[in-house]
């Protein structure tokens, strides 16, 4: 089982910014593409954006051009900045390999995007 920890979330306006991190072992960032997930209040577990190990990015629609995700393997720690939030970002993030594996869910951070 792969430990992966979130942490950065916590509520902000619209229109506000938040940065989350996400740190793991060094087998894990070394050896895959990683990416940003998240669930909200009764719906599935989505995919945000991931990076590759070379440093490019893909995102969703949903998020492309105003979230951020980037990583520094040196740290193994990888980050969205997520700016211009809205209501419909509200979830729980979670960060994974991608493709995800099954047995690497952490405990995810809240992000409340709320006036």
């Known amino acids: 089982q792969v430990q992966l920890v979130e942490s950065g979330g916590d509520l902000a306006q619209p229109g506000g910014s938040l940065r989350l991190s996400c740190t793991g072992s060094?087998?894990?960032?070394?050896?895959?593409?990683m990416g940003w997930y998240r669930q909200a209040p009764g719906k599935q577990r989505d995919l945000v954006a991931y990076?590759?190990?070379?440093?490019?990015?893909v995102y969703t629609d949903s998020v492309k051009g105003r979230f951020t995700i980037s990583r520094d393997d040196a740290k193994n720690t990888v980050y969205l900045q997520m700016n211009s939030l809205k209501p419909e970002d509200t979830a729980v993030y979670y960060c994974?390999?991608?493709?995800?594996?099954?047995?690497?869910w952490g405990q995810g951070t809240q992000v409340t995007v709320s006036s």
């Open positions: 990076i590759f190990n070379s440093g490019h990015p």
């Open positions: 060094r087998s894990i960032f070394s050896r895959n593409a």
């Open positions: 994974n390999t991608w493709p995800y594996r099954s047995d690497s």
